[in-house]
């Protein structure tokens, strides 16, 4: 069926239980928000702080380009179609241009937007449509099943069979993104999710209670981080809850446009998290998109006011730590690091001060600036899956930035741990790849340690 059948064929109906109606040439459900792009007078401040504008010089691929496309279509002036779809799903999403813009312009909430009303246009199809109902569908919205698949990988892994199969060069039938992203595979773990209490109660007396989301590919491939975390939010004097009807985020499904999932699992979240006051995330995209469930229901008025209660509780975790007087080690970890800000967590969140000041106040740690720490580094969801050219692009130029001499790479994001790690591998280098919570974990550990060995002796 074509764009204009489609919008023929679009019911009235939709628009009134959706409390919205139609938009220049957005026919479809939930279109953008005008507001978004109300302030916005081209002034080009965002030019230089977009990723995709430095790299191509194309106005289209620039906030400003996008607003004005995304606004004639509103307009009426062009329709929604592949030319329009491209510098739209092109954007990183990376939210730098928001920190740029003097008028506080929503690029990234109109982005996604739209990217709902492409998506309801032009529904995907083959490789990416398999992909978008079989993974994105199929496991992420599914606790049970992303552990199954956990399972399957640990196996894989620890089988030998990933050995066997990296020695007879199997992998070099795929696209070379995809053998370098096998190449940097973490341990898979087990998830904490179920096999955790669902009370961890706090190292001594407790000061308070928070609730922390597991995530759906971090609780699988980052199980590690999720256990330091619990770590040490016990150690500060935390009991931390762990809601089992909790579920993936949505932020993925949000990026592709599929904004109906997106609102079912925000919905299952709501929920799960409902008895509790604080809910605390240690990856920067999930806590991003949490704290923007309101968006994803400013047209139903029913599930606004839950949405925008449930917002109000999401907090990085490193912030949440820093604000509550979290625990010096009293250990050295002697190392030398940078740190690399994670697009949702800078720009999407304005945490920036709070995990740096985590790791400087851990003994016998050096702190190294990276140049253009907040820029992009090029894995924003799966865009190195969708536009893997650009990405390695941003990669090469993150590692190209990298210090001299420093040991270790500390961040707050899965994604950009993965896609840092696969380029330090592919451009020879050594540094290890870190989430900032691990760092502190080591170093509260390794005094524990030392307290256990002064007692025995």
Known sequence: MSVDEKKQSIPLKQDIACNTTSLGNYFWEDPPD???????????????????????????QSPRGRVYLIKAVADGKIDVNEAFADPVFTCLDCRACETAC???????????????????????????????????????????????????????????????????????????????????????????????????PAEGKAKGRIAMLTGCVMDVMF?????ATIRVLTHNGFDVALPKQQTCCGALHVHAGDR?????????????????????????????????????????????????????????????????????????????????????????????????????????????ELPD????????????????????????RKIDDIPDNVEMISMGNPGCMLQIAMGVQKHGRSEKVVHTIQLLDWAYEKEKKEANNLVES
């Open 34 to 60: 005008e507001n978004k792009w109300a302030d916005c007078v081209h002034c080009g401040l965002c030019l230089e702080a977009c990723p995709t504008y430095q790299e191509t010089g194309e106005e289209q």
């Open 102 to 200: 003097p008028a506080s312009v929503q690029v990234g909430g109109l982005i996604e937007e739209v990217r709902g009303q492409i998506r309801q246009a032009m529904p995907l199809t083959g490789i990416s449509g398999a992909f978008s109902k079989s993974i994105l569908k199929g496991f992420f919205p599914h606790p049970n099943r992303m552990s199954k698949l956990g399972g399957l990988m640990r196996i894989y892994q620890k089988s030998g069979i990933q050995s066997v199969a990296r020695k007879a060069g199997l992998f070099n039938i795929l696209p070379s993104h995809l053998k370098d992203m096998e190449s940097i595979l973490p341990k898979v773990g087990k998830p904490v999710l179920g096999r955790y209490p669902e009370i961890v």
């Open 223 to 227: 199980s590690d981080i999720n256990e």
């Open 260 to 368: 109906e999932t997106g609102k079912s699992l925000a919905k299952q979240n709501i929920e799960a998290f409902k008895d509790y006051d604080k809910v605390l995330v240690n990856a920067a995209g999930c806590g991003c998109a949490l704290a923007e469930y309101h968006e994803l229901f400013r047209n139903d008025p029913e599930m606004l006011p839950l949405a925008e209660e449930f917002s109000a509780k999401i907090e990085d975790v490193s912030k949440f730590l820093y604000d509550n007087d979290f625990k010096r080690p009293q250990t050295e970890v002697k190392t030398r690091i940078t740190y690399h800000d994670a697009c949702h967590l800078a720009h999407g969140q304005g945490v920036r001060f709070e995990p740096r000041q985590l790791l400087k106040e851990i003994p016998g740690v050096e702190m190294v």
């Open 373 to 396: 720490a907040d820029r992009c580094c090029g894995s924003a969801g799966i865009y190195n899956l969708t536009h893997p050219e650009m990405a390695g692009t941003l990669l090469d």
